[in-house]
């Protein structure tokens, strides 16, 4: 039913006709939501240069660091020899009872970040590329989210986390294919955010039904542009890359939800009715213009 080629053109064209958008809403999702790798790439290059310049150690440099280290050994057995052992070991259990709970509260905070800021804010990501799929989308599809069924799209998105992460617990490959099972939930849900958990989940499971490969082929063939942000500190996936495959996934789900991938236009009249309508979608049919976005899910007749 599709094609890379297909994808990639539909997504390199929406994304030059509305560039620096589409720029600064994959930096929300690189940053806030993990859905990008042009920040990472970035951090790790860097990284990577600061460890290879701080390796070189002679050999005179090496001598030194381990008579030093000898020294500091036998002054810490005799510190040892010394202390008062129950002390010592009250001490590191209190050091174990703080840190413990230093890392319940981080990890309390960063859970509800996720549930109740960031997941939203990736549903409107995903709203913003595919509505740009059609049409010059705006940034402030990115807060969608939160003023549509909020409750529900972000009861859904926790549900998702929170499965992935089980699946991924038992071994990593039933992670990954759960990942790309549960690929289409953001997707539907900015798309209808009427739909619920239940609805979403066996959805994005039929649409993902024999794609799964597909899919992940799909982001292997980015590898070479990964490789190039990477050798570019990832400057190159920011202004570049990770738009392109946000966009291309978003065309993914429009081909696996309404069967239409792009296919050129042969007769534009049907296009050019409406006087107002933009001078680019005599290139590229706008399959969303006649479709209600906030229309209940089962009342929609356009799939």
């Given at each position: 039913?599709w094609?890379?080629?297909?994808?990639?053109?539909?997504?390199?064209f929406?994304?030059?006709r509305?560039?620096?958008?589409?720029?600064?809403?994959?930096?929300?999702?690189?940053?806030?939501?993990?859905?990008?790798?042009?920040?990472?790439?970035a951090?790790?290059?860097?990284?990577?240069a600061?460890g290879?310049?701080?390796?070189?150690i002679?050999?005179?440099s090496?001598?030194?660091?381990?008579?030093d280290?000898?020294?500091i050994w036998?002054d810490?057995?005799?510190?040892?020899?010394?202390t008062?052992?129950?002390?010592?070991?009250f001490?590191?259990v209190?050091?174990v009872?703080?840190?413990?709970?230093?890392?319940?509260?981080i990890?309390?905070?960063?859970?509800l970040?996720d549930?109740?800021?960031?997941?939203p804010?990736?549903?409107g990501?995903?709203?913003?590329?595919?509505?740009?799929?059609?049409?010059?989308?705006?940034?402030?599809?990115?807060?969608y989210?939160?003023?549509?069924?909020?409750?529900?799209?972000?009861?859904?998105?926790?549900?998702?986390?929170?499965?992935?992460?089980?699946?991924?617990?038992?071994?990593?490959i039933?992670?990954?294919?759960?990942s790309?099972?549960?690929?289409?939930?953001?997707?539907?849900?900015?798309?209808?955010?009427q739909?619920t958990?239940?609805?979403?989940?066996?959805e994005?499971?039929?649409?993902?039904q024999?794609q799964?490969w597909?899919?992940?082929?799909?982001?292997l063939?980015?590898i070479g542009?990964?490789?190039?942000?990477?050798?570019?500190?990832?400057?190159?996936?920011?202004?570049y890359?990770?738009?392109y495959?946000?966009?291309?996934?978003?065309?993914?789900?429009?081909?696996?939800?309404?069967?239409t991938?792009?296919?050129?236009?042969?007769?534009p009249?049907?296009?050019?009715q409406?006087?107002?309508?933009?001078q680019?979608?005599t290139e590229?049919?706008?399959?969303f213009e006649?479709?209600?976005?906030?229309?209940?899910?089962?009342?929609?007749?356009?799939?």
């Open positions: 039913m094609t890379r080629a297909e994808l990639k053109d539909r997504a390199k929406a994304f030059k509305n560039y620096w958008r589409s720029v600064l809403i994959s930096l929300l999702l690189a940053f806030l939501i993990g859905g990008g790798s042009g920040a990472g790439s951090g790790s290059a860097l990284s990577s600061l290879s310049d701080g390796s070189d002679t050999s005179d090496y001598d030194d660091f381990y008579d280290a000898d020294d036998y810490m057995n005799d510190i040892y020899d010394n008062d052992h129950t002390a010592l070991l001490a590191g209190i050091f009872v703080i840190f413990i709970i230093v890392f319940v509260i990890m309390a905070i960063t859970i970040l549930a109740f800021i960031f997941n804010l990736e549903v990501c995903k709203r913003f590329y595919l509505r740009n799929l059609n049409e010059a989308a705006l940034v402030g599809n990115a807060g989210a939160f003023d549509n069924n909020y409750k529900n799209i972000a009861k859904t998105m926790f549900f998702r986390d929170l499965y992935t992460v089980l699946w991924s617990m038992l071994f990593i039933p992670g990954i294919v759960k790309y099972e549960y690929q289409m939930i953001p997707y539907l849900l900015a798309d209808n955010p739909m958990k239940e609805e979403a989940f066996a994005s499971k039929r649409m993902m024999g799964k597909n899919a992940f082929v799909l982001d063939s980015f542009w990964d490789i190039l942000s990477g050798m570019t500190m990832g400057i190159l996936g920011i202004f890359v990770q738009p495959k946000d966009g291309t996934h978003a065309a993914l789900y429009e081909a696996l939800r309404y069967r991938p792009y296919q050129p236009i042969q007769d009249a049907p296009y050019q409406n006087a107002a309508m933009d680019q979608t590229m049919p706008n399959r006649n479709r209600n976005m906030d229309q209940p899910f089962e009342d929609r007749t356009d799939y």
